[in-house]
């Protein structure tokens, strides 16, 4: 399928816009060793993908604190500490240079989230870009969890786009199959992850880093 310029750029936001450095701080703080930060994180993700694989539904926040306490000792309420250090999340340093090259291509931008709201806006609002995306969604609105198709036809539907002139930037392999697989173009850069995974469909577009990813979707034909 020939993949044509994207009129609208959504951004997943936890790792591929926003850095997690505070979360794990707050685990170091609080005795937990810097590591496991990974492995409640993937805990998280495969809680809400279960829930909703399942017909269910559970609040992003509601899933990390029970990873939380399936592989740490922390009391709940150290627990809704480290969970309340997502709102102290701040850009990446790429972040700002790849989404000034949308505005100034005309190209707008979005972010799609499953997690808490308001998390994307602080985040964007702390690293001084807010103003250069238009809005941000999260699945929440919804009761979805990414990659289920709803989640990205919906956003489609709440920019006003046709699916195929939406692409979504991750640094989640799975979260660029999910989007390709609702007819979105997809952009993988690596972050936490090394290599794109080769058990799914390839990526529309794989770059070596944001800005590489962002270049790649404004030179699709148009």
């Not at 926040?61 to 029970?66: I, K, L, M, N, P």
């Not at 999340?89 to 000034?100: E, F, I, N, Q």
């Not at 989230?113 to 999260?138: D, F, I, K, N, Q």
């Not at 952009?187 to 880093?209: G, H, I, K, T």
């Amino acid at each position: 399928m020939t993949r044509r310029r994207p009129e609208v750029v959504a951004f997943d936001v936890n790792e591929t816009l926003l850095d997690l450095a505070p979360v794990r701080t707050t685990l170091v703080e609080l005795g937990e060793p810097e590591h496991v930060l990974p492995t409640v994180f993937a805990r998280t993700l495969l809680t809400g993908f279960a829930a909703a694989a399942t017909g269910g539904w559970c609040r992003f926040r509601d899933a990390f604190t029970s990873a939380l306490a399936q592989t740490t000792g922390l009391a709940a309420a150290d627990r809704e500490r480290v969970a309340d250090a997502f709102g102290e999340l701040t850009p990446h340093p790429d972040v700002a240079p790849a989404l000034r090259q949308l505005a100034e291509a005309g190209v707008r931008a979005v972010t799609l989230s499953h997690g808490s709201p308001g998390v994307a806006e602080a985040g964007l609002e702390r690293g001084g870009v807010r103003p250069l995306v238009e809005r941000s969604l999260t699945s929440e609105a919804i009761r979805a969890w990414k990659p289920n198709r709803e989640v990205y036809l919906w956003a489609a539907g709440s920019c006003g786009v046709a699916p195929d002139r939406l692409a979504l930037v991750a640094a989640h392999g799975w979260d660029v199959q999910g989007a390709q697989k609702a007819g979105l173009t997809g952009a993988w850069f690596p972050r936490s992850e090394r290599a794109y995974p080769a058990v799914y469909e390839p990526a529309d577009v794989v770059a070596d880093d944001l800005s590489g990813a962002v270049a790649a979707l404004l030179a699709l034909p148009t």
